[in-house]
């Protein structure tokens, strides 16, 4: 039995059953939790269940926690050199969110190609007044390149995706992957996989090498048809530079999930009709938030009775 702090309520049943076994507190409002309240319920707490949202500084690490589950794949918001120097547990979500993260990836290269939301609204404004030839013309799809950025779980399931829409893909990564065969993909190097695509498709983690992966100089090496697709984290580009390439007509458009200073949007995107924009959705399926759920809850408890959560980032 041991106390924890969730910073936020969560989907599906998992911590109704948590609760059956130890004392969960929630934060029932729908406000970010902020730094104070974190660091003051962590100092009374066991274990934290945290948001991508929640910074996780080493305040909060060395608070006296034995556990932080965050409720995401990615942890680029957690202190890990801190957790590791003082030795407490950090888990997340993995395999869970992939197909999910990979099905939006796809829907906004397709809405961003096809220019989807932009002729909805053009519908719903009453604009359509008979078929035209040259009515919202995109950019095709099949036969086509996608590159993907990032070969882990997510990356190798948008190739999946790619394949099966009849894409050439490639992929960019420093490690070899496991099942290249399956995915039929070939590696390149990021300038050449950006120079050579017509879809580049972004899946690596945040860490101090990918801030700002894409910036002015690898947007000018796209093609000016090209689109781009983000649903990884939101500083892996250059956010002014992105805009001011939509803005020139310098790239075709794109499709974005993720953004540099989440939930402030940069102003030109938001005026910006060659960009679709989804509020971070990448994970939000019932099956997929569920299971993460349960993955946080499971891996707190694993910790708390000693044991260790196959979903470590950080072992015990
Ligand atoms: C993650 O898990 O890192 C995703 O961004 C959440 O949707």
Known sequence: MGRIFVTRGLPGDALSDLADRHEVVINETDEPV??????????????????????????????????????????????????????????????????????????????????????????????????????????????????????????????????????????????????????????????????????????????PTTRHMIDARRLALMKQTAVLVNTARGPVVDEAALAEALESGRLFSAGLDVFEEEPKIHPKLMELSNVVMTPHTGSATVTARGRMAELCCGAVDTVLSGGVPPNSVVPP
């Open 34 to 207: 902020g730094h104070e309240r974190l660091l003051e319920e962590a100092k009374r707490s066991d274990a934290l269940i945290v948001l991508l949202s929640d910074p996780v500084d080493e305040a909060v690490v060395r608070s006296g926690v034995k556990c932080i589950a965050t409720f995401a794949v990615g942890y680029d918001n957690i202190d890990i050199d801190a957790a590791r120097r003082h030795g407490v547990a950090v888990c997340n979500t993995p395999d869970v969110l992939t197909d999910a993260t990979a099905d939006l990836a796809f829907g906004l290269l397709l809405s961003a190609a096809r220019r989807i939301p932009e002729s909805e609204v053009f519908l719903r404004e009453g604009k359509f007044d008979g078929w035209a030839p040259s009515l919202f013309l995109g950019m095709p799809v099949a036969g086509r390149v996608l590159g993907v950025v990032g070969a882990g779980r997510i990356g190798r399931a948008m190739m999946m995706r790619g394949r099966g829409f009849g894409m050439d893909v490639r992929y960019c990564d420093e490690g070899a992957m496991p099942d290249e065969e399956a995915v039929a993909a070939r590696k390149q190097d990021l300038d050449s996989l950006l120079a050579e695509s017509d879809f580049v498709s972004l899946h690596v983690p945040l860490t």
